[in-house]
C-alpha cells in the first residue's frame, strides 16, 4: 500500500532576523523554487497548497520584547496546524517546504493534538546544523523564533508561543532526537542537561547515516509516531551556502539522502519538514535542483509500493529520564498505560469519530490521522493499523575537507 505524499508549502520567513537593515530573509521564495525543479511531480504527489504567511515587519522591536513577530507567528502556527492535520486525516504524508525553522511550532502543534487525540505521546527528529536552543535561561535576550524553535517546542520560552491552546510542553525533552549539529554547538551542555539525546555530525558520520536513522527510530521507541525536521544548513556550505548562518563542518548531500530514507522508512514517522533553503544565494537554481534530488531519493521508501501503511504504536508507560539527564519541570507526571485497545474487524472507519475526539480549549474538535510502527517493513507488536481502529478505542547523515563557506556570513536567527 503506497502512502501518498502531499507537499503543504509553508513561506515564512518571520522567524529571522533581516540580513540587513534594508532587506528581508529570502527563504518565504524556497517551496516556488523547489516547486521549479518539478519536485511534486517527482515525489507523485498530491498539492496540498499554501499557509499564506503575514507580512514580515520587525516594526519598533528591540531586543528585550520578546521574540519578534509573536502575534504573527503564533497566529500562523495555528493555521499551519490546521493543514497539516487535515493531511494526516487524509491518511496521507505530510511534506512541509518552509520558510524557516519557525515552521516547526505549527508542526509541533499538529503533533501535540495527535498524541491527544491518540492517547500516546509523539517524538521529534531534529536534523539541523544549529541546536536552536536559545530561550531566556541561556541567553540575555530572545528574538528570532527560527534560532529558538526547539527551545519553544519543548516548552521554554514565553507562552504565546510555547503554550499555544495551552498545550505545553508540545514534545517531552525525553521524546527529542538531535541530529548534526556541530561539534562544539554553543547549546550543546544544555541539551545533554535537559536529557535531549544528540549525534553531533562526527558521531553521526562515525556511525553512518542509515545506522544513524535507525538508532534515532530507536530512541523514539516509546512514542506513537514521530515527526522530522530537516534544516538544510545541516549541509556543509561548501556544498550549501544558500542558508541564512552557514557554518562549516556539515554533512554531504549523498549523508542527508541516506539519513532521511532511515527515517522515513517506516510507518512510524509521520511527515517531513524542509527550511531555511534561501533562493537569494541560488542565482541559476543548481543548489534548489540538489535539494530537490535529495528529496525525492530520500522519501522514494514512502512512496514506494511495498510500503507499509501508516500505523501508530499503542501507548506505553512512560520511560524514566534517561542516564545523566534531569527531568525538565515542563514534563507532566507519568501516567498508568491505558487500557489497551482492540483490533476490531478491517473497516473503513476513521481513526475517531469527530463526536469522540477530544476538544481543543476553543471548541472544536481535534484532527487525527495515520500512523505507524514497524521498522523497515516490520510489523512491531502492539502496532495498531489506524484504518483498523475502532472510533470507541483511543490508540494510544560529507566529505572531510570542505572549505569554508561562500555564501551569507551574518547569522539571522
Known sequence: MMRRIAVLDAPTNLGLRPPTSTSVPGCAKAPGALRDHDLLARLRARDAGCVTAPRYDPGDWRPGDGVCHAREIADYSLALAERIGSIIDRGEFPVVLGGDCSVLLGSALAMHRLGEA????????????????????????????????????????????????????????????????????EYRLDLQAAGITTRPVPALRAEGAARTAQWAHEQLADCAGYWVHIDVDVLDPAVMPAVDAPDPG?????????????????????????????????????????????????????????????????????????????????????????????????????????????????????????????????????????????PAHAVSAGSAGFSEPAGPETDTA
Not at 121 to 149: C, K, M, Q, T, W
Not at 372 to 386: D, H, S
Request: aromatic share 4%.
Open 118 to 185: 491518540v492517547g500516546g505521546r509523539i517524538g521529534l527528529v531534529f536534523v539541523d546544523g544549529h541546536s536552536d536552543f536559545r530561550h531566556p535561561g541561556n541567553a540575555s535576550y530572545v528574538g528570532a523564533a527560527a534560532g529558538e524553535d526547539l527551545a519553544l517546542v519543548t516548552g521554554r520560552g514565553q507562552a504565546d508561543l510555547a503554550a499555544l491552546e495551552g498545550r505545553r510542553p508540545y514534545f517531552r525533552d525525553i521524546d527529542v532526537v538531535v541530529l548534526g549539529i556541530r561539534a562544539q554547538d
Open 250 to 390: 556539515g554533512i554531504a548531500f549523498a549523508e542527508l539522502e541516506i539519513l532521511l530514507a532511515g527515517l522515513v522508512d517506516t510507518p512510524h514517522c509521520l511527515g517531513v519538514e524542509l527550511t531555511v533553503f534561501d533562493p537569494d544565494y541560488d542565482p541559476d537554481g543548481s543548489y534548489a535542483a540538489e535539494i530537490v534530488n535529495t528529496v525525492v531519493a530520500g522519501l522514494a521508501p514512502v512512496s514506494a509500493p511495498e510500503a507499509m501503511p501508516p500505523r501508530l504504536l499503542s501507548p506505553r508507560p512512560t520511560p524514566a529520564p534517561r542516564r545523566g539527564s534531569s527531568r525538565s519541570a515542563l514534563d507532566p507526571e507519568p501516567v498508568d498505560d491505558p487500557e489497551p485497545a482492540l483490533d476490531p474487524e478491517p473497516g473503513d472507519a476513521p481513526v475517531l469519530a469527530a463526536d469522540a475526539r477530544p476538544s481543543r480549549p476553543d471548541g472544536r474538535t481535534v484532527s487525527a490521522g495515520e500512523r505507524p510502527a514497524g521498522q523497515n517493513g516490520t510489523e512491531v507488536a502492539g502496532a495498531i493499523p489506524l484504518d483498523t481502529l475502532a
